[in-house]
């Protein structure tokens, strides 16, 4: 079976090659993507009827019915714990459906395995790539396939599906070597290989840059006129206008409509999703007696293996303010952050923190125990939750104590470490034990302040969704009041809901006169949040910028480029 | 391939269970356990069932003196147990009890061999047990330092350090012989009983009152200290960890000179306090039977003082068996195997539940959710009890058991 | 001097089972199975097929024939440690138990089933030998090539073995290229790496880990068979097959998942097994013989820092070893 799709696919794409002559402006584009979807519109791809799906006593789908043509690119729309991701891994095999079935081509099948998604031409792109590190990309393609093991032969095929749809991919180059872009062409050509017909892709543009997102769509646009249906899996909104066929919307397992794209606008997906109408403003206040807090003067740090991942960085962040730092994914922000919050040593520069009275303490030679000892309240909300920020399978409370086990310890607590900073150092040794009740009553406050959607406050972390997660995280480094907040990718993986819900905790952050050094990938909201932006281009600083005026092409251009030393 | 099929049965994972449903799971499973034990006592050794037990409880617990060498046993295996556990918290597979209990012993036996009748009895005692704490310690904290610095993998590290503990305790064996040639020291300063631990009540009374303070102690180390936070961390994350402000490396050796200077410290017990002597053997693997304790009883003290108590027992009664009916030692080996083998999958049934696939689902209506959560439950019983059946036909059925699991997955 | 000659032949008799279990081990592991009951299989394997050697002398009264001779206590030593892998596949795969602890609970249960029909056997068979010898049943085993004797050093060091010593070689050298240049091979690794992946490109997780922790196990099963029918000469003496198991697994690693490497690794580990005969201690100082026999578990522990140091990523345990894997976990 799986051979004869593959030689259908291949048949059709014989005739495809010709057809892209849409490299031109993106008007031009969208019409012919429509006109070609009218054409094929009729025929069904998928079709899920009443699908259930529990966990535990949770539905995380219920009842959900839903199409997909031929050669339309559906978006599906939800929030964090939605349904969206369940839904689909039912259709990849990874789930079965408490109840309901699912037709593919008008044909009720029952999908149990990955490998029957595939014989079905049904293939799926996952939010976290499903590849062999230390196998070549090649290898990963050809995983899972029958018959006798030809590397030579699967490369030539492998190459020819990359210049169809104009990927690049180096097929002897291992996975560990490779960029998350490169990750994701592989995945997407592991798909392709297999003959897929219906193709989901489970938010791939996350963790791209926007050129690789537009690079992406180009690769979509391309298969779906080819004639495959594809379901992309997104949180942003103007994605999803710019590339789908249509839209459908679940929310809390449950399914809410659907619509032309064309016809839908972001405030109303956005209700849709949220089952109430948002606000999309960022408030952006005027910062007050904005005063140094942190100075960074000539930082320079080696990855592990000696290569300059931050070259000579100097800049300023203001107490009462929002720095915003712009730049391609992996040119440096991580290392910075890591750097001032004592977690890298630097090869050299300084990292000042400047009292209220104006004294400096370097931080360059500090970790973050000894930072913490100094009294020097500072928050670090890291990229990597789970593995950095949080333990995953501890609950709730316990994850609170995370910064403060060491006192048993409550704000005054904290207070007090800054009069009596040595005393309380010593008394803090000579304790053994720790406070389990206040960082329980923390957890309680986090959860009912924040909204975090919990059975409990002994669950564990890992078993919250992406957002809530996230909200547990910033509500501990909220909580102890600190004078410097950092935050990487605060809102990656986060619906619209959460998100904004996390830049107004920030922005309250900064009216309480924290200074905030806020990393980002959208653009759109750095430009909307920060006061100012500093913009890095491999691993240098290639200009500061004011947030209020600045245009989005200048900043975009300077990440990609060393920018005018403006503003500064 | 297109026509519908569901299949047979499909894994879910619980949410949580009560604790007193999962002790029931594990009395059943236990029950089970013993009951297989039973038909494999009864067919190999043509004993009637009733006389097993009688047997069993007989070597357990069939003389008063019977009985408090079964608590002090019990009592050795839970300090072993306990050592390990916060390495074991912090995901550090610290295998080489073994090796750190025996070098333990031979720091003692040391002692009384070179100063015994030297020094004062009092003095001697404190110098045995700081420096079988200390080689014990000494022991654990060679391979943690290998994996604090390079991530060496500790199992196999610890093992070789078992193996390298009982080479020089035989290379002592022999250097102290007596009588010369004998290969072995007998008990140590048998007339004078130097360097002997004093007896509280009677000579079985005071490794269990130890066994029961270092409970509580553990309990509340792992629990309650800055530490035992400090163990759950790193064994979760080590990058956690380090944002934390907790350095890895340090809380890795710290754990490990705790655990392995209290198997140190059990050794001493072993030796000044109940053998008088050290052979290679005087661990009798126990540091590989405390291993599973700490595991099976979840790195919880209180229940672990249970499960050792179960394995002794069990070992005792089949050594009465095999000692009755003229059979090999080893029957007590199998015996705890068994048990160990079905302890090991019943908690599948305390973090998994087994749906059962109804013929019609198109029948089956959204039922209230605690409906569902019923027949899970009573799903998740019988499978216990099949593989219950499976395993008394010394594992011909888990084959059978295998295919259907199997064919689950297949298409 | 150590006269080679005679060294050699006795450390490859030494590695054999070494080989066999670390062959064994290296195909579970590359599965993502860490078998730590690999020591009890071995027991179990050796034991199986000194209780099937038994039986068919018993029954045979004298009148050997050769193929059954082998073939009898081979099939015995094969299915007993298949069993052995069913449960352990039965545990940490269907059941997810630990496997860490699985693997200790399997390797005291198989060392006390040796140890005990070792002991027992006689008693339970109601038979009137005073101890198992089934130097018979061994001569098959160890019966090396006619020829050899005449090729001098040439045929003392390479022609002079049983066969299962040159099975264990060619096992090895097949599964070394099964799993490097199969499609077979390719499904293996990726599912000891990422089962998770392997299981979304629709290749059966649950099956290969099956198949090669069984596989693996029978494998392990053939060392104890070799140290009983061959290198102890049909004697079973209990707790006389030691650590071996454990070496084999420590093996394992110094060879790097590689079996072709696992083959010089043996050798030269069965080597130092024995090297202490070997090292002159005089007659009044029998203790440092204890010392030298320290010598490959030093060895062992100093090559597992080397490597551990050398961090390379391809040299690197499959990574998701010693995991159980849940389709369905979130």
Not at chain 2, 287 to 295: D, E, K, L, Q, R
Request: glycine share 10%; hydrophobic share 40%; with cysteine.
């Amino acid at each position: 079976m799986c051979c004869r799709l593959f030689e259908r696919r291949m048949l059709r794409e014989g005739e495809a090659p010709q057809k892209g002559t849409f490299w031109g402006p993106g008007r031009k584009r969208k019409k012919l993507r429509r006109e070609s979807r009218d054409q094929e519109m009729s025929e069904t791809a998928i079709e899920f009827k009443n699908i259930s799906k529990q966990f535990g006593n949770v539905y995380a789908n219920k009842n959900i019915s839903l199409k997909l043509y031929k050669g339309e690119i559906l978006a599906l729309l939800g929030e964090n714990g939605s349904g969206k991701t369940t839904l689909m891994n039912m259709l990849a095999g990874i789930y079965y459906p408490d109840e309901g079935s699912i037709a593919v081509d008008g044909k009720e099948v029952s999908i149990r395995s990955p490998k029957d998604a595939l014989s079905l031409g049904i293939g799926m792109v996952h939010q976290h790539f499903k590849l062999v590190d230390v196998l070549t990309a090649t290898e990963n393609v050809i995983l899972g396939l029958p018959g006798k093991l030809n590397i030579k032969e699967a490369e030539t095929k492998i190459r020819e599906i990359c210049d169809r749809y104009g990927f690049v991919v180096d097929p002897n180059k291992k996975i560990y070597d490779m960029t998350v872009s490169e990750k994701q062409t592989v995945e997407i050509v592991k798909v392709l290989y297999r003959g897929v017909n219906i193709l989901i892709l489970d938010e791939p543009t996350a963790v791209l840059t926007p050129q690789e997102a537009e690079r992406l769509f180009r690769v979509i646009w391309r298969m779906r006129n080819d004639g495959k249906a594809i379901i992309i899996i997104t949180h942003k909104m103007h994605e999803v206008k710019e590339i789908s066929d249509r839209v459908a919307i679940l929310r809390k397992g449950e399914y809410i409509g659907e619509m032309a794209t064309e016809d839908a606008d972001i405030q109303e997906l956005t209700n849709m999703m949220v089952g109430r109408a948002v606000s999309l403003n960022i408030e952006r206040k005027t910062p007050v007696n904005p005063k140094p807090k942190i100075e960074v003067e000539h930082l320079t740090i080696l990855d592990e293996e000696g290569v300059a991942k931050i070259s000579d960085v100097s800049f300023t962040a203001n107490s009462g303010e929002i720095l915003g730092i712009a730049g391609i994914s992996g040119c440096g922000q991580k290392e910075l952050l890591e750097c001032i919050s004592g977690l890298v040593k630097p090869l050299n520069g300084h990292v000042y923190y400047v009292e209220e009275d104006e004294s400096r303490t370097d931080l360059v030679n500090l970790n973050p125990l000894q930072i913490q000892q100094k009294g020097i309240a500072l928050s670090f909300v890291p990229e990597d939750r789970l593995g950095m920020g949080l333990v995953g399978s501890m609950d709730i409370a316990d994850n609170m104590m995370l910064r403060s086990f060491r006192y048993g310890a409550t704000q005054q607590d904290i207070d007090r470490v800054n009069k009596s900073r040595f005393l309380e150092n010593l008394k803090q040794k000579m304790q053994p034990f720790t406070d389990r009740k206040t960082p329980r009553n923390l957890a309680q406050t986090v959860v009912e302040d924040l909204n975090v959607v919990t059975p409990s406050i002994n669950t564990p972390v890992s078993n919250l969704s992406g957002g809530n997660v996230q909200k547990v995280l910033v509500g501990r480094e909220i909580a102890s009041h600190p004078k410097v907040l950092m935050t990487a990718y605060a809102v990656r993986g986060l619906d619209i809901n959460s998100s904004y819900q996390i830049y107004d905790l920030i922005n309250k952050q900064k009216e309480s006169g924290t200074a905030v050094i806020y990393v980002g990938e959208d653009l759109d909201v750095l430009l909307e949040l920060s006061d100012r932006i500093l913009v890095l281009c491999g691993g240098r600083v290639s200009g500061i910028i004011d947030g209020r005026g600045a245009n989005k092409e200048e900043v975009g251009l300077m990440m990609t480029s060393m920018g005018g030393e403006q503003g500064k | 391939m297109n026509e519908k099929k569901n299949p047979l049965f499909h894994i879910v994972k619980r949410k949580s269970m009560p604790l007193s449903k999962q002790m029931m799971v594990r009395l059943i499973a236990v029950a089970v356990a013993i009951a297989v034990c039973a038909i494999v006592t009864v067919i190999t050794t043509g004993m009637n069932p009733l006389s097993v037990f009688a047997a069993t409880f007989r070597g357990a617990f069939g003389s008063g003196r019977k009985i408090w060498i079964t608590l002090q046993d019990t009592a050795i295996l839970l300090l072993i147990a306990l050592a390990l556990t916060p390495a074991f918290k912090m995901k550090f597979w610290n295998i080489g009890g073994e090796g750190q209990v025996l070098m333990g012993g031979l720091a003692s036996a040391a002692c009384m061999i070179v100063l015994g009748d030297k020094i004062p009895d009092p003095v001697l005692n404190l110098l045995m047990i700081v420096s079988s704490v200390f080689l014990g310690a000494l022991w654990g904290a060679i391979p943690a330092l290998f994996k604090a610095k390079w991530k060496t993998n500790e199992t196999l590290s610890t093992l070789m350090m078992n193996y390298i503990a009982i080479q020089i305790v035989a290379f002592f064996t022999i250097y102290w012989e007596v009588p010369k040639g004998s290969g072995k020291i007998g008990i140590i300063n048998q007339s004078t009983n130097a360097g002997w631990l004093m007896q509280i009540g009677n000579k079985y009374l005071l490794p269990i009152l130890i066994s029961v303070i270092v409970t509580v102690g553990i309990y509340v180390y792992m629990k309650y200290t800055k530490h035992g936070y400090e163990i759950a961390v790193v064994g979760e994350s080590e990058r956690t960890a380090r944002y934390a402000g907790i350095r890895p490396g340090k809380v890795i050796i710290r754990t490990m000179l705790l655990s392995g200077g209290l198997c140190g410290f059990v050794g001493m017990l072993l030796v000044g306090g109940i053998h008088h002597t050290i052979t290679t053997t005087i661990t009798g693997g126990q540091g590989f039977t405390a291993v599973m304790v700490s595991w099976l009883a979840q790195f919880n003290p209180f229940t672990m003082m249970g499960v050792s108590l179960l394995i002794i027992f069990l070992s005792h009664g089949a050594s009465e068996i095999s000692t009755s009916c003229g059979l090999n030692q080893s029957f007590g080996e199998i015996i705890t195997g068994i048990i160990l083998f079905f302890i090991i999958g019943c908690e599948f049934f305390i973090q998994y539940k087994v749906i059962f696939r109804k013929k019609e689902t198109e029948n089956t209506k959204e039922g209230p959710a605690g409906q569902k959560e019923e027949t899970g439950q009573d799903s998740a019983e019988k499978p216990e009890n099949e593989a219950g059946n499976a395993k008394e036909d010394s594992e011909e059925k888990p084959e059978n058991e295998t295919t259907q699991v199997d064919e689950e997955v297949k298409s | 001097m150590i006269d080679l000659v005679a060294f050699i032949p006795r450390a490859i008799g030494q590695s054999v089972p070494l080989l066999f279990g670390c062959t064994g081990e290296i195909i579970t592991e590359k599965s993502g199975n860490l078998n730590l009951g690999i020591p009890g299989v071995m027991y179990v394997g050796g034991i199986c097929g000194v209780i099937g050697a038994f039986a068919y002398e018993q029954a045979s009264k004298g009148n050997m024939i050769g193929i059954l001779a082998i073939g009898i206590p081979m099939l015995c030593s094969l299915i007993g440690s298949l069993l052995m892998g069913l449960l352990y596949c039965f545990l940490t795969v269907s059941l997810r138990a630990n496997q860490n602890v699985t693997g200790l609970a399997m390797t005291t249960f198989g060392v006390g089933f040796g140890n005990f029909f070792g002991g027992s056997l006689i008693k339970l068979s109601g038979s009137d030998l005073p101890t198992i010898s089934l130097s018979k049943t061994s001569s098959f085993f160890s019966a090396s090539l006619p020829f050899a004797d005449k090729l001098g050093w040439f045929g003392k060091i390479f022609l002079s073995y049983g066969f299962l010593t040159y099975l264990a070689i060619i096992i090895a050298a097949a599964a070394g290229l099964i799993i490097k240049k199969t499609r077979t091979g390719l499904h293996l690794r990726a599912v000891g790496e990422n089962p998770a992946t392997a299981d979304a490109a629709g290749i059966d997780v649950v099956r290969y880990k099956y198949i090669s922790t069984c596989l693996g196990c029978m494998i392990a099963g053939l060392g104890g068979l070799y140290y009983v029918m061959d290198y102890a000469s049909g004697i079973w003496s209990n707790d006389a097959f030691g650590d071996r198991g454990w070496l084999a697994i420590a093996l394992v690693i110094f060879c790097i998942w590689k079996p072709g490497l696992g083959i010089l690794a043996s050798i030269l580990f069965g080597g130092l097994y024995i090297v202490y005969l070997y090292i002159p201690a005089g007659m009044d100082h029998m203790e440092y013989k204890e010392l030298y026999k320290m010598i490959p578990y030093v060895v062992t522990l100093i090559v597992l820092v080397i490597t551990s140091m050398r961090n390379k990523k391809e040299n690197q345990p499959p990574a998701s070893l010693g995991l159980p894997y849940f389709r369905e976990n979130r």
